[in-house]
């Protein structure tokens, strides 16, 4: 069975930093993408950012220049640096994987910002 387990979500005050990861475990067949999503309350689910097992990344506009997603593919995890963080980036964040056999999500982490 496939698990994602998101950890280092937390308060922060507006202008900080975070840093998510999210590690995955079981038999994984071949990752395709790994990406980050948020919901804040009362909205749908967004994209936040995404990478392939090759490396391209793309990014929600809103959070451009702010956040950076990395993986490390052996270690099957991926990461989200979060800097200069505004009280809008208040959400629950989900980790995503993308499979050959079909995708799969962690249980969220939540992530709020002060102002």
């Known amino acids: 069975q496939v698990q994602l387990v998101e950890s280092g979500g937390g308060l922060v005050q507006a202008g900080g930093s975070l840093r998510l990861s999210c590690a995955a475990s079981?038999?994984?067949?071949?990752?395709?993408?790994m990406g980050w999503y948020r919901q804040a309350p009362g909205k749908q689910r967004e994209l936040v950012a995404t990478i392939t097992r090759g490396g391209l990344v793309n990014y929600a506009d809103s959070v451009k220049g702010r956040f950076t997603i990395s993986r490390d593919n052996a270690r099957k995890t991926s990461y989200l640096q979060m800097s200069s963080l505004k009280p809008e980036d208040t959400a629950v964040y989900y980790c995503?994987?993308?499979?050959?056999?079909?995708?799969?999500w962690g249980q969220g982490t939540q992530v709020t910002v002060s102002s």
């Open positions: 995503q994987m993308s499979t050959i056999m079909g995708a799969y």
């Open positions: 079981g038999i994984i067949s071949s990752i395709v993408a």
